[in-house]
């Protein structure tokens, strides 16, 4: 079994700044790629960032120049670093992580409000 921790949601006026970790425990000896997803009320989840073990990124054309992923592998640790933030940044935040195998876990997700 494996355990997504995700912990760094609040509340933040907007222009103000916001960082997400997500730790992995449990049943999982490797992971390929580890990312963060969102969704909104009456919306799709959708991609924010995604990160490689190697550190290839990409990142949703929204967030680009607001946001940094990052990782550590040691820890099996994701982090988002979310600056500038706007109001349309609202929504929760998910974790997911890949394992070279391609399964697939998410987190619990953490609730981001960014006030006008």
């Known amino acids: 079994q494996v355990q997504l921790v995700e912990s760094g949601g609040g509340l933040v006026q907007a222009g103000g700044s916001l960082r997400l970790s997500c730790a992995a425990s449990?049943?999982?000896?490797?992971?390929?790629?580890m990312g963060w997803y969102r969704q909104a009320p009456e919306k799709q989840r959708e991609l924010v960032a995604t990160i490689t073990s190697g550190g290839s990124t990409n990142y949703a054309d929204s967030v680009k120049g607001r946001f940094t992923i990052s990782r550590d592998n040691a820890k099996n640790t994701v982090y988002l670093q979310m600056n500038s933030l706007k109001p349309e940044d609202t929504a929760v935040y998910y974790c997911?992580?890949?394992?070279?195998?391609?399964?697939?876990?998410w987190g619990q997700g953490t609730q981001v409000t960014v006030s006008s």
């Open positions: 449990g049943s999982i000896y490797s992971i390929n790629v």
């Open positions: 997911k992580v890949t394992t070279p195998l391609g399964y697939n876990y």
